[in-house]
């Protein structure tokens, strides 16, 4: 059975860094691309992170160059690193798996909870 655990969030200082993780189980997590999303209040749901099966990133303007997706295959992980946080980072952060339809991502299967990232001073 498909499981995503996210976890890492918590509150930080504006300038602060923080590392998600996103534990999967059920699949064989080689074989997939993976994706972060964010959602804050009263706004859309967010990509800001992909890492195809090869380890090719890529990023939204938004985030590029303070993000950082990463992952571990031998322990089924995929990692987000954020540095330089912003306030409005703030945010749920969901880990995904999924396919890549030409440039575009597509999530598939579960979600996790999601883990809550907070930036505040």
């Known amino acids: 059975q498909l499981s995503l655990v996210e976890s890492g969030g918590g509150l930080v200082q504006p300038g602060g860094s923080l590392r998600l993780s996103c534990e999967v189980s059920g699949i064989i997590f080689s074989a997939y691309s993976m994706g972060w999303y964010r959602q804050a209040p009263e706004k859309q749901r967010e990509l800001v992170a992909t890492i195809t099966r090869a380890g090719t990133t890529n990023y939204p303007d938004s985030v590029k160059g303070r993000f950082a997706i990463s992952r571990d295959n031998a322990k089924n992980t995929v990692y987000l690193q954020m540095n330089t946080l912003n306030i409005e980072d703030t945010a749920v952060y969901y880990c995904?798996?999924?396919?890549?339809?030409?440039?575009?991502?597509?999530?598939?299967?579960?979600w996790g909870q999601g883990t809550q990232v907070t930036v505040s001073s």
């Open positions: 995904t798996i999924g396919t890549f339809v030409g440039a575009t991502y597509h999530p598939t299967g579960k």
